[in-house]
């Protein structure tokens, strides 16, 4: 045999060793818990917070991008949007990722179940149309 008895033996007192290898897990952890998880979590709860105040004429972001006004809210969970004159959508709540402007408070206002006043502003005269192939070809002026 190549190896003594004597050197196969194990040390005693081994429980030194478990906490020393131990402790890189913790200081992970740790690490881990002030940089990623408590940060997450107040981003969270921040995010909470915003979706409990959104009210009727808030401009909200949704998160497909799309912006438009808050016009009714229906539920907890529920908001009616309206994207374009007269086009209104209904939308979950937890969709919405940012107010991008804060409507003027209406719960002192008489507020009906069928308030169809748009709140969006009237769009702009539109000019005269013409085709691509007169703008082309330089047809009437």
Do not use: C, H
């Amino acid at each position: 045999m190549f190896i003594s008895p004597a050197w196969a033996q194990a040390a005693g007192g081994g429980s030194g060793d478990f906490l020393v290898q131990l402790f890189p897990l913790i200081l992970i952890f740790v690490v881990f818990y002030f940089l990623l998880i408590r940060p997450q979590q107040s981003k969270m709860k921040a995010q909470r917070e915003m979706l409990a105040g959104v009210k009727r004429g808030d401009r909200v972001v949704t998160g497909g991008g799309i912006i438009g006004l808050v016009t009714k809210v229906i539920s907890d969970n529920e908001l009616q949007v309206e994207l374009a004159d007269g086009v209104r959508v209904r939308i979950v709540k937890q969709t919405i990722t940012d107010i991008l402007t804060r409507g003027e408070s209406v719960r002192g206002a008489k507020e009906s179940e069928e308030d169809d006043k748009p709140m969006l502003p009237p769009p702009p005269p539109a000019g005269e149309r013409k085709s691509l192939l007169g703008n082309l070809f330089g047809g009437k002026k």
